[in-house]
């Protein structure tokens, strides 16, 4: 909820902007504090209300988020045509700001006696203060090699992910194609991204695999996919480049249904939220990296055949990172990590609820799904 409220406040900030600063300190920092405290609690949740078909309720809640997004550019467009930029962001601020109702509707859990036990047990000394905010990050995972392992795989992966949302388009119109043809590849893209992430969902609750072997195999195609995109376009077919473009989009869709699911199965069900929220906050850097690495490469070689082969490499090696986890070649899952210690167990409040609703207990069983 208080995502919500700083989304839409800082689109409705940015639409009385008059300097370029005050977009960067609107739109940059405050709205994109309000979207990185809306996604983390939001995969959070789908992933402690569902005991079963965890992974294709994630794959559900992502595509929401593809509909969204397909969505997003004609909207905006008629809005800026309509009520002109300012206009437009107004009322995206104001659309953004329902997020706050939707968060108010989710349903809390009982709370168990923990949290009263950590305010009454720790001090507010330096020392306590840091020791809480160490605990509830769950910065420990950082010395633990299943966990950064994993971490570096996925930072890898997010290298070259968004390459393609960027500079397919332009890519597209650099070989040749129309402005029009240019814009529906990305949008085709984002079409069968939708579908993957539905079916990866479903085909990954089915237990016929290990979901970090699905992973995996989605990662490896989707980086093959993106580095055949600038080979389809070369011989100036508008067939083989959509073709190429609907399977990455596919394959990409797919692999983002699988990626958190993995994270408890890995830490264990009481440190997923600070896992997430870790694994997040160091992807997200690595991603910052792809989209001008593609740029300077396109710059340099003049094209963008280079910039794709890249991007498609690097999520290759995130493949081959994750090949290194232990137990990665077995075809059951490890069993879980141990519970913390007792001493560690005084600092888990927060978690406390999140592990009591993935608990899946007999007097919560209808509230399950």
């Keep these: 909820m208080t995502g919500g409220l700083l989304a839409g406040l800082g689109l409705i900030l940015a639409s009385q902007a008059t300097r370029l600063y005050h977009l960067y300190l609107t ?18 949740t789908v992933m402690a209300h569902f005991t079963r078909r965890r992974t294709l309720a994630l794959g559900l809640a992502f595509s929401s988020i593809g509909l969204s997004s397909f969505a997003f550019n004609p909207l905006f467009q008629l809005l800026v045509e309509k009520y002109a930029w300012r206009g437009a962001l107004l009322i995206l601020g104001g659309l953004s700001l329902n997020i706050v109702p939707c968060g108010a509707l989710i349903r809390p859990q009982r709370r168990s006696k923990a949290p009263a036990k950590v305010d009454s047990e720790t001090g507010s000394s330096p020392v306590s203060v840091l020791r809480r905010i160490s605990s509830y990050l769950e910065l420990s995972l950082l010395s633990e090699r299943p966990y950064v392992t994993y971490t570096l795989g996925i930072t890898l992966l997010n290298v070259g992910y968004f390459v393609p949302y960027f500079h397919l388009v332009a890519h597209s119109r650099h070989a040749g194609f129309s402005e029009y043809q240019s814009a529906f590849v990305m949008s085709a893209a984002g079409a069968s991204d939708i579908l993957g992430r539905i079916v990866s969902g479903w085909f990954s609750d089915l237990g016929h695999f290990r979901l970090i072997h699905l992973l995996s195999a989605w990662t490896t195609l989707a980086g093959v996919f993106i580095m055949l995109l600038p080979l389809s376009s070369l011989s100036g077919s508008y067939s083989a480049l959509m073709v190429i473009s609907l399977l990455y989009g596919f394959c990409s869709g797919a692999l983002t249904s699988v990626v958190f699911v993995v994270v408890p199965l890995i830490v264990g069900v009481e440190r997923m939220m600070g896992a997430l929220g870790l694994l997040q906050l160091i992807e997200s850097g690595a991603g910052l990296l792809g989209t001008p690495l593609s740029g300077f ?3 340099v070689t003049g094209n963008y055949v280079a910039s794709f082969i890249v991007a498609g490499s690097f999520l290759i090696l995130g493949t081959l990172t994750m090949a290194t986890l232990p137990h990665y070649f077995s075809c059951t899952d490890p069993p879980p990590p141990p519970q913390r210690s007792s001493l560690d167990d005084k600092h888990n409040g927060l978690h406390s609820e999140l592990e009591h609703m993935t608990s899946s207990p007999s007097s919560d069983t209808n509230h399950r799904v």
Aim: avoid cysteine.
């Design 297 to 299: 490469l396109k710059d």
């Design 27 to 44: 739109m940059g920092v405050i709205s994109g504090l309000g979207w990185g405290l809306v996604f983390t609690p939001m995969v959070a």
